[in-house]
């Protein structure tokens, strides 16, 4: 059964600070790996979907990486942002067919 | 927040009652899933729909029941709410099984 673990749950960073998400999953053998922003009250927003093809995904400050065989994804944060507050997820899966297996997420705090 | 609506946003009822919530999209996507999110567990798959009329069980899907009539709308029921059922439900839409997937802005229920 696929694990996903997040690891802080919580983490409270200087504004304009770079700084790294990390979410490992237990069974290397994933389809894709998606990371996502949730606002409090609000739902998820999908952030970067990483193919198991692929080794890493761009998008603005943020990038994601994967690397399959240590299970290990990571989500880099450049110039971190009060905006940037929220808790991210990320979540995997591991088949075509199969369901998303998330984790509990990491709450981010950036601090004017 | 991609053409999801989830009706209604927050909902109090009693133990006992049936319970539907809606979920309506207007992307066009084929694929449309109910989760469930608490504390301490995450995010839940309940059940899914790959099409209309298709539909399959997630991870938690006892007590619940699905329908979809049309491509734009997934209803998610709850036969007989139990306290245990008390849970911010979230629908999620994907287009594709490789595409990312997208979600709504969550119903809180509060079964009393």
């Known amino acids: 059964k696929q694990e996903v673990t997040q690891i802080p749950a919580a983490l409270s960073v200087p504004e304009g600070e770079n700084l790294v998400l990390n979410c490992s999953f237990t069974?290397?053998?994933?389809?894709?790996l998606q990371w996502f922003r949730q606002d409090p009250g609000k739902g998820l927003t999908s952030l970067l979907l990483i193919q198991s093809s692929q080794r890493e995904q761009t998008s603005g400050r943020l990038n994601a990486s994967l690397d399959k065989s240590s299970g290990r994804s990571t989500l880099y944060i450049a110039a971190s942002q009060p905006g940037d507050s929220a808790t991210y997820l990320c979540?995997?899966?591991?088949?075509?067919?199969?369901?998303?297996?998330f984790g509990k997420g990491i709450t981010l705090s950036v601090r004017p | 927040d991609a053409g999801i609506t989830q009706s209604p946003r927050h909902k109090v009822t009693e133990t006992g009652t049936p319970v539907t919530l809606r979920c309506h999209q207007t992307e066009n996507h084929r694929y449309m899933y109910w989760y469930r999110q608490d504390p301490g567990h995450g995010l839940r798959l309940i059940h899914y729909?790959?099409?209309?009329?298709?539909?399959d069980k997630g991870e938690v899907s006892d007590g619940y029941s699905v329908s979809r009539s049309k491509t734009e709308d997934f209803l998610l029921t709850l036969e007989s709410a139990t306290s245990s059922q008390t849970s911010v439900y979230f629908c999620?839409?994907?287009?594709?099984?490789?595409?990312?997937?997208?979600f709504g802005n969550g119903t809180r229920l509060t079964v009393t």
């Open positions: 979540a995997v899966k591991g088949g075509a067919n199969s369901k998303l297996t």
């Open positions: 999620a839409i994907g287009q594709g099984l490789d595409s990312p997937l997208h």
């Open positions: 069974d290397s053998a994933i389809y894709n």
């Open positions: 729909s790959y099409g209309v009329k298709d539909t």
